[in-house]
């Protein structure tokens, strides 16, 4: 892992296309770096692999899966591989949650894909979290993002309302799908308007991903973890031209 990996920010002001709609802002880090301290962790053991979903007994969020994304664990050629560990994106993901690591490699516990919305149309993991029912809010939500793609979208809800969305390309520069130890980042990402709702989605087979972190006050960076390197428009009103996606066969 080279020292230009050690950090890879990117600042995403996400523009609603409603008209009178206040600009949300999603700061999105990633980095080899795992969850800043004072967050709920939640490493998603807890599911049945197949799309049952559920609530969890960890940290009390709900999961919801739309045919053909659930609960996997290892890979499957073409549809999903297992996101990568390495220096430190598994500090308190190992069992019990909060007080053991999860060890670096190739993830082997239960994570979770989106599959294909090409193939699947409405694929998506939905994640309500706590307090979702009550209008609850939060700021800040990290997960560990593997084989990162640009045709893999995470999208903000404030209940039915989008706050936000970023894909693939807000978090590193030219993502092509690796899935070895350079395709995976623990992505934590804060916003300056209430979210208590994300849903995943991906174009393509597949958004991976494990290991979920969330505050409903932004926590205090680590030093040196959020050194910004750009900063893009995403919008729903605003089409951002890219490249056609470098794929890794899966």
Known sequence: MTSSRLTLALAVISTLATMGTAHAALIASGSVGGAPSGVILDNLDWLSTGSGGGLSTQSGIKVNFTPNAQAV?????????APWLSGNNGTGFGNPIGSANQADGADATIYATTGSTGSAAGAAVEILLPGYNSGAAYSYFGLLWGSVDDYNTLSFYNGASLVGSLTGVNV???PNGDQGVNGTLYVNISSNMPFNRLVATSSQFAFEFDNLAFSRTTPTP???TLALLGLGLLGLGFARPRGKAIATPR
Do not use: F, I, R
Request: proline fraction near 7%; charged fraction near 5%.
């Open 222 to 224: 680590e030093p040196g």
């Open 73 to 81: 664990t290892g890979a499957v050629g073409g549809q999903y591989a």
């Open 172 to 174: 590193v520069n030219s």
